[in-house]
């Protein structure tokens, strides 16, 4: 890592300086009425070779899949294949504009299709939407669909949707933009969804249940078939959550299991980068009860043409244009390349590598619910007094690990949630399952030595308390 | 396989540690009539293969690089200098996760505070948040804000009728659950203003409508708060270069699509919604926000800060349901504001305002063609004397892109041609848009 302290921009900015040259103006200027002229433009001026180099050094201070293992529960953080970078960046994507006839767009819109119909197969679904550009812009459009359908059924009091405590965050955050009340329904003694709980609250007020299964524990939810019926039963709908889905694919469709729509995080389990916070996409799939109500418009094909649509109840466009085209093209690139009989690998082995871990783990690192578990598992970091989750997190890092997720999910006590991926080799795994024991050992031998990680960053623990109190969110001269 | 390194003996060896016979039985609590469904897709093939095949579906697009491209209409096709996808597409920035743990995420953070910084100035407004989807919802995002602000009894929203059809399309899809009138207005905002009441929430104004219409906005704002309102505008920040900004104004929450800074067209995605507050909202604005922190040493660090407003921690109480963004956007457009600086965006606003009035003049020269009125910057609407939609299909296959005929929003408006003009249009392209106009017409 570079551990040199970089100036901001601004800092390195010097007054006549530019970084990129334009071409002059070829046709006789215009000039602008000076009631609209900006006075002032702060902005740094750099040449290329400052732009370049602090660019660089910065990237040299992030930790990522390319230069670190990251074993991040919950976010699949699996190598991003270069050929998806390759696919993306062909001048005919870059080029491409969406107001453009489709007539003159079937490059773009067959693989839109190609790719729907990839991942109707994968899930079982009906009918696919890539429109949205996120797990939660993906639920978000999910709760309005099922919204939607209860509206049309004429059942404007079907406002209650059912979420396991185990559940992300932005599950319940969807529902309130969706104008629905939520109610948490508590997980049982194996960490599955409390049955007698979910019965009760399904009455006539139901507009659905939100599951992710496997659940945030690592744990496939066993009764989920039980779950969807007695759902369906209160005529509610079934929402998946498929931030979990490598763990299932080519093993289980979800729709076979009576989901009504769910969203897949294609920057997850099919591989696209997530840039350091996106962009991703959150397609969402749905089985016949939902498939007329996806956003739109989606890709059709007719005779060997192609064209986007919207489909006839849809709850309409949640985003501008088609989706987050270039990302849709890492996937269809991962897709292909995997194929069926990948698929059914990448599953495999992401589930292998996490029972792996899980393992050699489990007995220096309780796991609260110690069933076989999935692609991830959940164990706890305070089985010794004064080491906390954090501590371990961050002693990892001065081992060259990215921290897993830590203290989520909110019903394990200093969470460490821990998903290795398909993508590692069994030596990664191995050097990680040292890192581990050993840091164990060191929360006995020498705590201090995990109360003062990280060592070896360009910075330590940063004071974030002080810094919400009194926010500087910018640069100010 | 190449993404997936666990060999036959790997795997035998994970299993006898784990104690389990098989792979398939790690599998045994999904229901057994269900496991392994055939899924009726092709097997994998190799690289070599999969890049032919897209190769030959990208080449069957209509490519700005190889066309006289005049079309914008929300997506621009505006310079990209070579640094940006050289430095943003490092493996450090592309594969690494969302800066949760700051001291090994301080060069995407540092990034994201450096974009904060330059996007405030831009839009004029004391903070931005790193990014929502697209400049619609962060639009959409933008009045559901303001209507918490404004409580039960505000429900009116005023909307511009030149407003981005599908932004307004977005709008009602995001407001579907809200008891909400979103009500269009046609005047210019300075007099639309004036029917602002005690029941609207907000008034939005777009910076250039999508019309290319520039409005001088002087005050506005003091009406819309008079009322107890919201001045919500939405701006193309290519723009803001070389006019002046929505905050200056006395906007009260900017939007802007961030795409003509620094990105690709790609077909619509992925875009860079953009979103800056005044200091009073700053509370209130969803979103990831990056500030300034430091550790014991008195280091100067970057965190994810103000969480108190976000989903993992608030759950159905959070401002917002956002977590992943556009981050890898957001960094594009802050390497291209970097490598532009005050000079280079400056000069590349000129251009785009010189080429398009320039483009217009010779439009309204041509006989039955005209120019509608109004101020405008890069885009604007020409009258034409044959249908617009004509027009474009006879010059697509020939390599001219003329721009938007509004009959594809607005069936009735059949001779209308939303034309955009930006700096990687030479003055040969505008004269080849000019003889090609004038031929398609005939």
Redesign the interface.
């Known amino acids: 890592?570079n551990l040199r302290?970089?100036p901001?921009?601004?800092e390195l900015?010097s007054p006549?300086?530019?970084?990129?040259s334009?071409?002059g103006?070829?046709?006789?200027?215009?000039p602008?009425?000076s009631?609209?002229?900006?006075v002032e433009?702060?902005?740094?001026?750099?040449d290329?070779l400052t732009?370049?180099r602090?660019?660089?050094r910065?990237?040299?201070?992030?930790?990522?899949?390319?230069?670190?293992y990251?074993p991040?529960g919950s976010?699949t953080?699996?190598?991003?294949?270069k050929?998806n970078?390759?696919?993306a960046?062909?001048?005919?994507?870059?080029?491409?504009?969406?107001?453009?006839?489709d007539a003159?767009?079937?490059?773009?819109i067959?693989?839109i299709y190609r790719l729907q119909?990839?991942l109707k197969?994968?899930g079982?679904f009906k009918t696919v939407s890539l429109q949205p550009?996120?797990?939660?812009?993906g639920?978000?459009a999910g709760v309005?669909m099922i919204?939607?359908y209860h509206l049309a059924y004429g059942n404007p009091g079907r406002v209650k949707m059912l979420i396991p405590d185990s559940a992300?965050?932005?599950n319940?955050?969807?529902?309130?933009?969706?104008?629905?009340t939520?109610v948490t329904i508590p997980s049982d003694a194996e960490g599955g969804v409390d049955m007698e709980r979910l019965a009760a609250e399904c009455d006539d007020t139901v507009a659905g249940i939100m599951i992710t299964n496997p659940s945030t524990l690592g744990?496939?939810e066993?009764n989920?078939?039980k779950i969807a019926k007695m759902v369906h039963d209160a005529s509610g709908l079934v929402y998946g959550d498929g931030a979990n889905m490598n763990a299932?694919t080519?093993?289980?469709?979800p729709a076979?299991?009576g989901i009504d729509v769910m969203h897949f995080?294609l920057?997850k389990t099919f591989?696209t980068?997530?840039?350091?916070?996106?962009?991703?996409v959150?397609m969402v799939g749905a089985a016949a009860s939902l498939a007329e109500y996806v956003?739109g418009p989606i890709a059709a094909e007719k005779n060997g043409k192609y064209s986007m649509e919207m489909p006839s109840k849809s709850?309409?466009?949640?985003?501008?244009?088609?989706?987050?085209?270039?990302?849709l093209?890492r996937a269809?690139?991962y897709?292909?390349?995997?194929?069926?009989?990948?698929?059914?690998?990448?599953a495999?082995?992401a589930?292998?590598?996490a029972?792996?871990i899980k393992?050699?783990l489990e007995k220096v690192y309780p796991v609260k619910y110690p069933?076989?578990c999935?692609h991830e598992f959940v164990a706890m970091g305070n089985f010794i007094d004064g080491i906390h989750t954090l501590d371990i997190?961050?002693r990892l890092?001065d081992y060259g690990f990215?921290?897993p997720t830590i203290y989520?999910p909110l019903i394990v006590p200093e969470a460490l949630m821990i998903e290795p991926t398909?993508?590692?080799?069994?030596e990664t795994l191995d050097a990680f399952i040292e890192a581990m024991l050993k840091i164990a050992e060191e929360a006995k031998s020498n705590p201090e030595l995990l109360h003062d990680a990280?060592h070896g960053?360009?910075?330590?623990?940063?004071?974030?308390v002080?810094?919400?109190r009194n926010?500087?969110?910018?640069?100010r001269g | 396989m190449p993404f997936i390194p666990n060999t036959d003996k790997d795997r035998t060896a994970m299993l006898g540690t784990i104690g389990a016979g098989s792979v398939q039985e790690l599998f045994s609590d999904i229901p057994s009539d269900k496991r392994y469904p055939k899924l009726g897709i092709p097997n994998g093939i190799s690289e070599l293969e999969v890049l032919r095949e897209i190769e030959s579906l990208a080449s069957r697009n209509l490519c700005a690089s190889s066309s006289a491209w005049f079309l914008g209409a929300g997506v621009y096709n505006h310079f990209v200098p070579a640094a940006v996808p050289a430095l943003a597409t490092r493996g450090e920035f592309l594969s690494a996760y969302t800066p949760y743990q700051p001291e090994v995420s301080q060069g995407t953070l540092q990034a994201i505070f450096e974009y904060q910084s330059m996007a405030s100035e831009l839009l004029g407004v004391d903070t931005v948040n790193a990014s929502h989807y697209d400049g619609a919802t962060a639009l959409a995002e933008a009045v559901i804000m303001a209507l918490n602000h404004g409580g039960t009894t505000r429900n009116r929203v005023l909307v511009p009728a030149a407003l981005h059809p599908e932004y307004r399309q977005v709008l009602a899809t995001y407001l579907a659950a809200f008891s909400v009138r979103v009500e269009a207005y046609s005047e210019a905002p300075a007099i639309a203003v004036a029917t602002v009441d005690a029941e609207t929430s907000c008034f939005i104004v777009a910076y250039p409508d999508f019309e290319g219409r520039v409005h001088d906005l002087a005050g506005v704002a003091d009406t819309v708060h008079a009322a107890g309102a919201l001045f919500i505008v939405s701006a193309d920040p290519i723009m803001l270069g070389l006019l002046k900004s929505p905050g200056s104004y006395g906007a009260d929450i900017v939007t802007a699509e961030g795409q003509s800074l620094g990105n690709a067209m790609n077909y619509g995605g992925p875009f860079l919604g953009m979103m800056g507050v005044t200091q009073k909202f700053v509370r209130k604005i969803p979103g990831r926000i990056v500030g300034q922190a430091f550790d014991h040493e008195g280091r100067r660090g970057f965190v994810l800060t103000l969480t108190a407003r976000e989903q993992h921690i608030r759950r159905e109480k959070a401002v917002s349901n956002i977590c992943s963004n556009q981050g890898l956007v957001m960094l594009m457009t802050t390497i291209y504001l970097e490598a532009l600086g005050k000079s280079g965006l400056q000069a590349v606003a000129s251009l785009c305002w010189n080429k398009a009035h320039h483009a217009a003049k010779l439009i309204a020269g041509i006989p039955g063609f005209a120019v509608a009125d109004g101020t405008f910057f890069k885009e604007f609407v020409v009258k034409t004397p044959v249908p617009a939609a004509a027009i474009v299909e006879k010059l697509e296959p020939r390599g001219v892109v003329p721009g938007l005929a509004l009959s594809r929003y607005w069936p009735e408006r059949t001779h209308e041609l939303l034309v955009c003009v930006t700096e990687m249009n030479t003055a040969a392209q505008i004269d080849t848009l000019v003889q090609s106009l004038k031929e398609a017409a005939e």
């Open positions: 890592m302290p970089e901001l921009a601004y900015s006549g300086r530019v970084g990129v334009l071409p103006c070829d046709v006789p200027e215009t602008v009425p009631s609209l002229l900006r433009l702060d902005l740094p001026e750099l290329e732009v370049v602090h660019f660089t910065l990237s040299q201070k992030n930790y990522s899949i390319d230069t670190q990251y991040l976010c953080m699996k190598y991003n294949p050929a970078e390759a696919a960046a062909l001048p005919g994507w870059r080029g491409a504009h969406p107001l453009v006839s003159h767009n079937q490059g773009a067959e693989l119909e990839s197969a994968i079982g550009a996120a797990g939660a812009h639920e978000l309005f919204r939607a992300h965050g932005t319940p955050a969807s529902c309130t933009m969706a104008g629905l939520t744990l496939f066993r989920i078939e299932l080519g093993v289980l469709r076979d299991v995080n920057h591989s980068p997530h840039g350091g916070g996106g962009p991703g959150g956003p709850i309409g466009r949640i985003k501008a244009f088609y989706g987050n085209f270039a990302v093209v269809y690139t897709i292909r390349m995997l194929g069926a009989d990948g698929l059914v690998r990448l495999e082995n589930v292998l590598n029972n792996y393992a050699r069933r076989r999935m997190a961050k890092i990215h921290p989520f398909e993508t590692e080799s069994k990280p960053t360009p910075v330590g623990r940063l004071d974030e002080a810094a919400a926010p500087v969110l910018c640069y």
